[in-house]
């Protein structure tokens, strides 16, 4: 089965760090682009970071730059999102995806919580 | 970054009727490559988003053909045949040719009248 599996979220307070995790099986991960999808609650999704099949090549939404940190380790079908010097205005669901338009299917998991508050 | 906009926000249908969402953005979405990378994702209440089409207007997988987008350039639109239950939810658009960032729509709820 296809699969995107989120952990790792969880309530911290302003200032903390959480590391989240999405496990890939299903399909050929290395081959994909992989991205972090966040999205506060009773709004809409917003980008917050990518990174390419390699994990050579990371981008991040200017919200974000510096405090997070995506990465993968492709031996173990594994995404990350370090996330540092948590803000309110961070809290969200987070989601892995994949967004590739390379076939015609997408991959997004079941999201992982995060509550910045103190 | 690219502003996507979409119209209207909230879309009260009658069960097999059809139904329609738009969305600008605020530049051409025309890739150098040719292509035009604008999608749009359903997402039910409770659930995860789910992709429904990917450029412009190539159904994904499994999604029943009474979904259809078209467009160019920077308007572009989702179109339901015959509106069913199960789709009821919010539709967002979003954009993967001027990255980063992916950009979505502010979201499009539809319910049923």
């Known amino acids: 089965e296809v699969q995107l599996v989120e952990s790792g979220g969880g309530l911290v307070q302003p200032g903390g760090s959480l590391r989240l995790s999405c496990a890939a099986s299903?399909?050929?991960?290395?081959?994909?682009?992989m991205h972090w999808v966040r999205q506060p609650p009773g709004k809409g999704p917003v980008w917050v970071s990518h990174i390419n099949s390699d994990g050579s090549s990371t981008t991040y939404a200017d919200s974000v730059k510096g405090r997070f940190t995506i990465s993968r380790d492709n031996a173990k079908n594994t995404l990350y999102l370090q996330m540092n010097d948590l803000r309110a205005d961070d809290t969200a669901v987070y989601y892995c995806?994949?967004?590739?338009?390379?076939?015609?299917?997408?991959?997004w998991g079941q999201g992982t919580m995060v509550t910045v508050s103190s | 970054d690219v502003v996507m906009t979409q119209s209207p926000l909230s879309l009260p249908v009658t069960l097999g009727q059809p139904a329609s969402i738009s969305c600008r953005s605020s530049q051409s979405l025309v890739h150098s490559d040719g292509n035009t990378y604008l999608s749009w994702f359903q997402q039910r209440p409770g659930q995860s988003p789910r992709r429904l089409i990917y450029k412009v207007s190539n159904r994904d997988s499994g999604v029943p053909d009474r979904f259809s987008g078209s467009g160019s350039g920077t308007d572009f639109t989702l179109k339901i045949s015959r509106v069913e239950a199960e789709d009821v939810g919010v539709y967002y658009c979003?954009?993967?040719?001027?990255?980063?960032?992916?950009?979505f729509g502010q979201g499009t709820k539809v319910e049923i009248k």
């Open positions: 979003m954009q993967a040719t001027h990255w980063p960032p992916w950009t």
């Open positions: 995806a994949s967004l590739t338009t390379r076939r015609a299917f997408d991959i």
């Open positions: 299903g399909f050929t991960f290395s081959s994909d682009w």
